[in-house]
């Protein structure tokens, strides 16, 4: 079956280091991947979208790495701070078209202490 | 975000009752998504719309029913909610014009509790 695994624990970073999320996927060949940061009640907001012939994607102090003969991503924050603290999703499209939905991942909490 | 809004933010109802949950945008999109999260489950797709005449079920529709009734707005019912449809649902939507077809836009959501 198709499955989309996160750190379920959640994870706690020192201000001003990098934190780095894991998204490991089995029996999916997406043709992209997506991470989304959501906050306590609210909605998830999307971050950063990668494809499969990408191995790197960055935007500001995030970047995401792609590893599809591994089957995973990687999603970093540089020089992290307390307003990084939130849940980070990774999201696939079952279908690899993504107009159908996507499937999530149960979501990484991370925590940045100052 | 605030082009993609949900009402009621929050709903308490009884088992057995029927209730719907609305989900309006202004951000144009053709596809319209709902989703629901519950605790260590992650979001699961129940209803997907690629327009007015075109409606799909995802993961989990067994219980639920959606409307289209126009290409911003987009219902969710349940029939005759039970308890274990106590839930967090989001609406979603997404743009298929666009570079970006595949990124999903989320509403505040609308945390339902079914006694």
């Known amino acids: 079956s198709q499955k989309i695994e996160q750190n379920s624990e959640a994870l706690n970073i020192q201000e001003g280091k990098t934190a780095t999320l894991t998204c490991n996927y089995t029996?999916?060949?997406?043709?992209?991947l997506q991470w989304y940061r959501q906050d306590p009640g609210r909605g998830p907001v999307f971050l950063l979208l990668i494809r499969e012939n990408e191995k790197e994607k960055r935007k500001e102090r995030l970047k995401v790495t792609f590893d599809t003969t591994l089957k995973q991503s990687l999603f970093h924050i540089t020089a992290s701070q307390p307003a990084d603290s939130a849940t980070y999703l990774c999201?696939?499209?079952?279908?690899?078209?993504?107009?159908?939905?996507?499937?999530f991942g149960k979501g990484t909490h991370l925590i940045i202490q100052p | 975000d605030a082009d993609v809004t949900q009402t009621p933010r929050n709903r308490i109802t009884k088992t057995g009752k029927r209730i719907m949950l609305e989900c309006s945008q202004t951000?144009?999109?053709?596809?319209m998504y709902w989703y629901r999260q519950d605790p260590g489950l992650g979001l699961r797709l129940i209803y997907y719309s690629f327009d007015v005449k075109d409606i799909n079920k995802g993961e989990i529709s067994d219980g639920y029913s959606v409307s289209r009734q126009a290409q911003a707005k987009f219902s969710l019912s349940l029939e005759s909610a039970i308890p274990n449809q106590t839930a967090l649902y989001f609406c979603?939507?997404?743009?298929?014009?666009?570079?970006?077809?595949?990124?999903?836009?989320f509403g505040p959501g609308t945390r339902l509790l079914v006694l």
């Open positions: 999201a696939l499209s079952p279908s690899g078209g993504g107009a159908d939905g996507l499937t």
């Open positions: 029996n999916y060949s997406p043709a992209y």
């Open positions: 951000k144009g999109h053709d596809r």
């Open positions: 979603a939507t997404s743009d298929p014009q666009g570079g970006t077809q595949e990124t999903q836009y």
